[in-house]
């Protein structure tokens, strides 16, 4: 099986508001067209979220959860969010004009 692990990493800022996140996901190869998604994140100061999903063809379906970690978690009484997931992913480069190298 190949496996491949990818790390990820956000910052959004807007007026005062701003989101920290961090993460990784691991995917393995299920056959030539199916890989399997499992990964997580921490949005600091706010959750962790667990994710589960299959990459299929040019589709991504996945399934994720949300543990509250900040002052919230009280007021939901500990629940998180089941979150639903469909993503398209286009393969398809940019074609663009050959370069000829002369050394290569």
Do not use: W
């Given at each position: 099986?190949?496996?491949?692990?990818?790390?990820?990493?956000?910052?959004?800022?807007?007026?005062?508001?701003?989101?920290?996140?961090?993460?990784?996901?691991?995917?393995?190869?299920?056959?030539?067209?199916?890989?399997?998604?499992?990964?997580?994140?921490?949005?600091?100061?706010?959750?962790?979220?667990?994710?589960?999903?299959?990459?299929?063809?040019?589709?991504?379906?996945?399934?994720?959860?949300d543990f509250?970690?900040?002052?919230?978690?009280?007021?939901?009484?500990?629940?998180?969010?089941?979150?639903?997931?469909?993503?398209?992913?286009?393969?398809?480069?940019?074609?663009?004009?050959?370069?000829?190298?002369?050394?290569?």
């Open positions: 099986y190949l496996l491949d692990i990818t790390p990820n990493f956000i910052y959004i800022k807007q007026g005062d508001a701003q989101e920290i996140a961090a993460g990784a996901y691991a995917q393995m190869m299920l056959s030539p067209e199916s890989d399997l998604l499992v990964g997580s994140n921490y949005r600091v100061d706010d959750a962790a979220i667990a994710f589960l999903g299959i990459h299929h063809k040019s589709m991504v379906f996945g399934v994720s959860y509250n970690t900040s002052s919230l978690n009280r007021a939901t009484g500990s629940r998180g969010g089941l979150e639903l997931s469909v993503s398209f992913t286009s393969r398809k480069g940019i074609v663009g004009p050959n370069f000829f190298c002369p050394r290569l």
